[in-house]
């Protein structure tokens, strides 16, 4: 089909073919009918016009999207299903549909019962067609709309630079909830008699195995997915099933273009756009000379505005009005241009879009945290970093709980706002964020900080007991802890001044009854704690006095004791 039909005229046109594959069985253009018939009589006796909708299937998906523009309803579409994002949608919409809780479910056993009971028109092309979550500047969604002339323009230009081929079958590694997906591993291939396979090809090997089934197919992925492909697989045995490869959400290594477009001899098409813009440009590292450039969509042009920012007008676009890029933009000739970063604090990881800023945010509410920066690091992979500093309680945690424990609570505490993928990897805790002596913060600091590894300050502790007014606390000292570096470097020992600091810092974390720090008794430094000991600290509260008596000791004898009076 050289032409695609548009969505607003596909149920009007009903073409017969294939629209989608599921478990090796064919949808037809009559069952998505009959499907769109059954889900609008359903949504029929609900009323509200806003709707969440979120299904891991495709076709299932587009069929509840088409009875919500035929029922005058708008589909509100998140970009994952995490508790923290349904709350924050639900006080928007009026209910949820698909897979989530509270959805309303199907209604009827057979989907061909209702088919007759309607007729087709074609859609306005200004009617809202979806409006789309995505992170914001400040991390709250920011919801994008788009109508069906903008999403059938972006489909007819993606039909002219490359036409479909018949017959050819859509695999995905990327979800439909997000611009990308729902544009190019559903909306076109729908629109182009292309059928959808409906299971995601999450692994390298669901892609082979599926294609190894298929007389042709076009791949839809990610770098996330292609950087990481597995080269061991026969995969002269599919590469001239292969039609086309995409691309998007991040730049690809050139290295990983080449080596995916050799594997399944097929071109290898990157695409730059957004969620606000729909796609901006292409480029084919496997055969373009100039592989770092890419090429303007001859539908979208560049221009400045007053700031000379780099500013888009095409017919994608919201009344075709300009949008401002977040990215440095490097202009050539003849529609090409370099990418030369971005200007903001949304970063893309693994494809997905992620707002440092929101990470802060949300790690700021939490009540050990004093202040944080979140950072974007490139290793084999980009990642996202966090450089922060505890309050008091923090502190105390960190103390009693140790390092792996205290970064678990810390990624469960933003789990329920962040899908695995953007989760930081990569944990640093200062005393206080390295500000310059003009109050900023520079990102070269922050690197620093976490090209080091990781420091400590506290014993690890592996067992603790209390009886009565005494406590015993098993623990080891680890090589990490940042107080060997420096103290006789050939043989690092801990420092006294640090054991009557851990001494009172456990004190006043276990024995409530205690006031302020007041002086020192009776101290004893007999021998000394090098690394990867096994020492036992003791402390004894002797409440009417307001006196702790402490000691360090382990296999070799006693190491460090004295007394610590408070006021």
Request: glycine share 4%; with cysteine.
């Amino acid at each position: 089909m050289s032409s695609p039909l548009s969505l607003s005229n596909w149920m009007v046109s009903q073409p017969n073919c294939i629209v989608a594959i599921s478990r090796n069985e064919p949808l037809t253009s009559s069952m998505f009918v009959a499907k769109v018939s059954s889900w609008r009589r359903t949504l029929s006796r609900h009323s509200g016009q806003r709707w969440v909708v979120y299904h891991s299937n495709p076709y299932e998906f587009l069929a509840i999207i088409y009875a919500l523009w035929y029922e005058h309803k708008l589909p509100c579409i998140p970009g994952d299903d995490r508790p923290a994002t349904l709350k924050r949608l639900s006080h928007q919409v009026d209910g949820f549909i698909g897979e989530l809780p509270n959805a309303i479910q199907l209604e009827g056993k057979s989907p061909f019962a209702t088919e007759l009971l309607y007729t087709w028109q074609e859609l306005p092309p200004q009617q809202i067609a979806i409006e789309l979550y995505t992170s914001g500047s400040s991390g709250t969604p920011k919801a994008i709309i788009k109508t069906l002339a903008q999403l059938d323009n972006e489909i007819l230009s993606l039909q002219s630079q490359w036409p479909a081929q018949v017959g050819a079958v859509v695999l995905s590694t990327v979800s439909h909830q997000h611009l990308y997906g729902l544009i190019f591993r559903l909306l076109r291939p729908f629109c182009a008699a292309q059928p959808i396979y409906c299971d995601i090809s999450e692994y390298t090997e669901d892609v082979y195995n599926v294609a190894s089934s298929l007389k042709s197919f076009v791949l839809v992925s990610s770098p996330s997915h292609i950087s990481r492909i597995n080269t061991l697989l026969d995969w002269k045995m599919i590469a001239k099933q292969c039609v086309n490869i995409f691309s998007a959400a991040a730049p690809l290594e050139k290295a990983d273009a080449i080596r995916l477009s050799s594997l399944l001899n097929a071109p290898l098409w990157e695409i730059y756009g957004s969620s606000e813009t729909g796609v901006i440009a292409w480029r084919n590292q496997s055969e373009d000379t100039n592989s770092d450039l890419w090429q303007l969509f001859p539908s979208v042009a560049f221009s400045h505005d007053e700031n000379e920012q780099v500013q888009i007008t095409s017919s994608f676009t919201e009344d075709g009005m300009p949008s401002v890029l977040s990215d440095r933009i490097d202009i050539h000739s003849q529609g090409r241009f370099a990418l030369k970063g971005r200007l903001d604090s949304i970063v893309k990881i693994e494809g997905k879009r992620v707002s440092l800023t929101a990470i802060e945010a949300l790690l700021m509410a939490h009540a050990w945290i004093k202040a944080c920066k979140a950072l974007v690091i490139k290793r084999k992979r980009s990642e996202i970093a966090i450089v922060l500093a505890f309050n008091d309680q923090g502190e105390q945690a960190l103390m009693l709980k140790g390092r792996k424990s205290v970064i678990n609570g810390l990624r469960e505490f933003l789990s329920s706002d962040l899908e695995g993928i953007v989760m930081p990897r990569r944990w640093r805790f200062v005393d206080a964020l390295p500000f310059n002596p003009q109050g900023k913060l520079p990102l070269a600091s922050l690197q620093q900080i976490v090209d080091r590894p990781p420091v400590l300050k506290w014993p690890t502790i592996n067992s603790l007991e209390r009886v009565e007014n005494t406590l015993t606390i098993q623990c080891h000292i680890p090589p990490e802890i940042r107080y060997f570096n420096g103290h006789f470097d050939s043989t690092p020992i801990l420092p006294g001044v640090v054991q009557v600091h851990w001494a009172h810092k456990l004190a006043m974390a276990h024995f409530s009854e205690l006031n302020h720090f007041y002086r020192l008794e009776v101290i004893k430094f007999s021998q000394v704690i090098q690394p990867n000991e096994t020492v036992v600290i003791q402390l004894t509260l002797n409440t009417p006095k307001q006196q702790v008596s402490f000691s360090f000791q382990s296999e070799k004898g006693i190491h460090s004791s004295g007394r610590i009076c408070f006021e």
